[in-house]
């Protein structure tokens, strides 16, 4: 492991070869009564929907961080 590996918990277990993913595609959904529009605020279940749709493989660690494959350890890219 070198210095830059990001190290994730996830599940109570310790995962490598994973960044941060970008969640700026995320919108509220009007036809969700918990999203606000307005506020622009998107609830946790309409932002899963919207997250697993678009990158399926993706982890939400125990730290409520969404990660994706792709970390310097990660030899798929």
């Known amino acids: 492991m070198t210095q830059r590996d990001e190290v994730f918990i ?3 277990k310790i995962i490598y070869g994973y960044k941060y993913m970008n969640i700026d595609f995320i919108e509220p ?5 918990q999203c606000d ?3 622009d605020y998107c609830c946790f279940e309409c932002e899963h929907i919207q997250v697993k749709n ?3 493989n993706s982890k939400y660690t125990d730290d409520c961080q ?6 310097t350890n990660d030899t798929t890219r």
């Open 37 to 39: 529009s307005i506020n």
């Open 29 to 33: 959904d009007k036809n969700c009564n």
């Open 66 to 71: 969404w990660i994706i494959k792709g970390g």
């Open 10 to 12: 996830y599940d109570d």
């Open 54 to 56: 678009k990158h399926p």
